[in-house]
Every structure is written in C-alpha cells, then in structure tokens.
C-alpha cells in the first residue's frame, strides 16, 4: 500500500491501461482520490496535436526552419484523424474548424499534406475540394 491507503500499482496499471495508445507520448493523466473510500479515479487527456503529427510521420521533432525544410507529408485521411482525436481539446464547431487546426500546426512544424503546403490545402478545404471525405467522417463521429 502507498501513501492514502491505495493500491500504488493498481493506480500505475490503470493509467497504463488508459494511455496504451498514445505509446512513447506525453500525456496529461489527472488521478482524482477519494482519501475516505480509498478508491481513485484516472482522467487522461490527449497528447498535442504536434505530438500526433510526430507520432503519424514517424519522425523525431518538427523541421528547424519550417517553411524551407519539410519533415514528411501527411495525407487528408491522417489529418483528418488526428483532428477526430484532438476534436474537445480544439473546441472547433466543425470538424473542417479542426482540420484548419491540425493544418495550421502541421505548416508551424514544416509538414507537408498531400504533398502541399497546408496553406494551399486550407484553400482548397474552403472551395470544397475535400467535402466528401469530411462528410464521410462527420457521419461516423459527430463534433
């Protein structure tokens, strides 16, 4: 037993049965006990929308000078679900609001999406270029 009476490995194992996905990343973990119950509670959060970036491209750290240097090249569909992962921590209205998100990130950190400039992939959101995959993902999880 650990401090407050609780099982110390039950609170570690549970936190590592919550983060499980989000494997090598930082994640905010909020442990809530209740000191005369002696039973806890894990909230975790989710990792930086640069993290997820990271994490999609396999690499190590954004481009030094983003704008002269790309990291790697994202596709629609991983933008697109990183924006899903990211949706209460952005608080966009739409789920197009969060992929402006995650595209604005993606161009501060020097990555290309569909081999663009995320500044030309906004654009072409804007015209409509991408409607029907977003309509695909706003039917199978609503923001």
């Given at each position: 037993?650990?401090?407050?009476?609780?099982?110390?490995?039950?609170?570690?194992?549970?936190?590592?049965?919550?983060?499980?996905?989000?494997?090598?990343?930082?994640?905010?973990?909020?442990?809530?006990?209740?000191?005369?119950?002696?039973?806890?509670e894990v909230e975790?959060?989710?990792?930086?929308?640069?993290?997820?970036?990271?994490?999609?491209?396999?690499?190590?750290?954004?481009?030094?000078?983003?704008?002269?240097?790309n990291i790697g090249?994202?596709?629609?569909?991983?933008?697109?679900?990183?924006?899903?992962?990211?949706?209460?921590?952005?608080?966009?209205?739409?789920?197009?609001?969060?992929?402006?998100?995650?595209?604005?990130?993606?161009?501060?950190?020097?990555?290309?999406?569909?081999?663009?400039?995320?500044?030309?992939?906004?654009?072409?959101?804007?015209?409509?270029?991408?409607?029907?995959?977003?309509?695909?993902?706003?039917?199978?999880?609503?923001?």
């Amino acid at each position: 037993m650990g401090p407050l009476g609780l099982n110390v490995m039950a609170v570690v194992n549970k936190i590592n049965e919550l983060t499980k996905d989000f494997a090598g990343m930082r994640v905010p973990v909020k442990v809530i006990v209740d000191v005369e119950k002696k039973t806890f509670e894990v909230e975790v959060g989710t990792p930086t929308t640069a993290a997820l970036i990271v994490k999609e491209l396999k690499v190590q750290k954004g481009a030094g000078q983003p704008g002269r240097e790309n990291i790697g090249n994202l596709s629609m569909e991983q933008v697109i679900k990183i924006a899903l992962t990211k949706k209460e921590d952005i608080k966009a209205k739409t789920l197009k609001g969060a992929i402006k998100s995650v595209l604005g990130t993606a161009l501060s950190m020097g990555v290309l999406v569909e081999n663009k400039s995320p500044k030309d992939v906004q654009k072409e959101i804007d015209k409509g270029a991408y409607d029907d995959l977003i309509k695909k993902y706003e039917g199978e999880n609503k923001l």
